[in-house]
Structures are given as structure tokens and as C-alpha cells.
């Protein structure tokens, strides 16, 4: 029998051991910051660009203890996260990158609106292509959507079905939402999509397009690889399909420094609808 390679071996890891542990420290974490204030509190700009809040950094020690757990039983790779930016766990030798936000929609924790979710991509390479394992945990309604490459997608459990094409762009989510950028989006869907939906969570707009609760999502402005690499490879798996815009499909870096746009839907003529509608419309100023 063929020795396993070291990335093979790094990529069989117990990541969802992790993932699932993470998500039950950070319910804990929740409720120890049970209002508005406790978790506004701000720690300074993390490495993705954006002000931390205190439950950012807070969310990311947990996840990053299972990083080192995983790490001390041998395996090496780069850990990608948002607040503390590329860090290396070994030699610096292995292609495994995993991309982690802790707490993507944390606007939406922070203002107790409960949609909110831990987000982790395993990558076997550079770039979103790359992604083998997907796991995102929203946990306003406490539903975990995990996909590995070329083995579907799930939801609780349960298989997202990839023959479900959806009802045409009955439902659009848009993200990275502020006024000014939506405006131009939404005038050119007149006529093409039904109704528009912004929950203020990328990954868990993604996971939605997985589910068909929307037939498509898009991001007006720029977002990163941790916002995205690991529910767009949850919503591929759930048949859907996604293009980052000026990455040839996926090809997007999963490295902090990539912004790029994205949009993902059930059908290539819903996909096609939404990418000329964000190139049509250009860059936000």
C-alpha cells in the first residue's frame, strides 16, 4: 500500500472534532457577553484590516487551541484567521492552509442579532480551489453545514440535495451591504430577481444558496478568503455555482491580502444574472 502523503495525512485530521469543540466553547463565550456592551468593547484593527471587538479575539483563542492541539499530535500547516493573520504551526513546508473566522457576521453578535457563525475552511493548496473541507455553524439557528471535495454537502446531518435548481432569483442575499454599494446591484436586478434578502453573514448567505432558501447571493463590495473559502465550497458541493470575479472561477488566494468580489446561485444563468450585474455596475468608490 502507497504511504500517504504529508499533506494527505494533515487533511485527515480531526477537524470537525475541532470545529465542534470551537462551537461549543464560543456558545459559552456568547452567553458570558450577554448584551451589547460587553461585546463591543474594541481591541485594535486585526490583520484582515478590520477593528476586533473583544469577543473577536476572544473567539479566535478558542479556535486557535484546537489549531495547537492539532498541531502537538503532529500535523503542520498555516493557519489563516482574521485577527492574528498568518500563522505558522511547523516548519512552514506544508501546503495545508486552514482559513478561519471565528465569528463571521460579527456586527450581528455585536448588535445581538443572532445571525452570526464560526467559519473553517481546510485547504490542501493557495487558493479557493484548493478547499477540500467546509464547515460553517450559524448559530442563531444552530445548524452546521459541512462539505468535503467531491462528497456532497450537509446540513444537520441531512444531504443538500444538487438537483434542486431553485425557482429562478426568486430570493437574491447581498453582502458587504452598505447603502451605496447596494444601490447599483439592485438596479440592475430589476426584472431579474424577485426579492432581496441581507443578513449580514457572507458564509451563512453561501449556505443559504446551498440550502435553496436563496436562489442566489452576491457581495457588492470586496470580501476576503476567511469570509468565504469555506462556505463556497459547501455551496458547489450543494450543486450550486460560484465564481469569484477576476480569479477565473475560484481561483481566488486564500491568503488576507485578496479582495475580490463573489456570487454564487443554483443555476449558471442565475450566476450569469448576478456577475454582469456587479460588473456592469463597477467598482464601489
Known amino acids: 500500500m502507497a504511504q500517504k502523503s504529508a499533506t494527505s495525512t494533515v487533511l485527515d485530521a480531526d477537524w470537525l472534532g475541532l470545529c465542534r469543540s470551537s462551537v461549543e466553547t464560543l456558545r459559552e463565550l456568547l452567553v458570558l457577553h450577554p448584551t451589547t456592551e460587553h461585546r463591543a468593547t474594541e481591541t485594535g484593527r486585526g490583520a484582515g484590516g478590520d477593528q476586533s471587538l473583544v469577543i473577536d479575539r476572544r473567539a479566535e483563542d478558542i479556535v486557535f487551541e484546537g489549531l495547537e492541539a492539532l498541531h502537538a499530535q503532529g500535523h503542520s500547516f498555516t493557519a489563516i484567521s482574521e485577527e492574528r493573520g498568518e500563522v505558522v504551526f511547523g516548519d512552514g513546508t506544508s501546503d495545508v492552509r486552514v482559513v478561519i473566522d471565528p465569528i463571521d457576521g460579527s456586527l450581528n453578535a455585536k448588535r445581538m442579532i443572532p445571525t452570526c457563525a464560526l467559519s473553517v475552511a481546510v485547504a ?124 477565473a472561477g475560484i481561483e481566488a488566494p486564500l491568503d488576507l491580502d485578496a479582495r475580490f468580489r463573489l456570487a454564487a446561485a443554483r443555476t449558471p444563468e442565475g450566476l450569469e444574472t448576478l456577475v454582469h450585474a456587479l460588473t456592469s455596475a463597477g467598482m464601489p468608490n
Request: with cysteine; proline share 3%.
Open 124 to 247: 490542501a493548496g493557495e487558493t479557493m480551489e484548493d478547499v477540500a473541507l467546509g464547515y460553517v455553524y450559524d448559530f442563531g439557528s444552530e445548524e452546521e453545514y459541512v462539505a468535503r471535495f467531491r462528497e456532497g454537502a450537509k446540513v444537520n446531518g441531512v444531504p443538500l440535495d444538487p438537483e434542486d435548481l431553485g425557482r429562478g432569483l426568486e430570493v437574491v442575499g447581498l453582502e458587504a451591504s452598505r447603502p451605496e454599494w447596494i444601490a447599483p446591484i439592485a438596479e440592475r436586478l430589476e426584472g431579474d430577481a424577485f426579492k432581496v434578502r441581507i443578513i449580514g453573514s457572507i458564509a451563512i448567505s453561501l449556505c443559504y444558496v446551498a440550502a435553496s432558501r436563496f436562489d442566489g447571493m452576491a457581495t457588492t463590495n470586496t470580501c476576503r478568503s476567511v469570509d468565504a473559502a469555506a462556505a463556497q465550497l459547501i455551496a458547489r458541493e450543494a450543486g450550486a455555482f460560484v465564481s469569484v470575479l477576476g480569479h
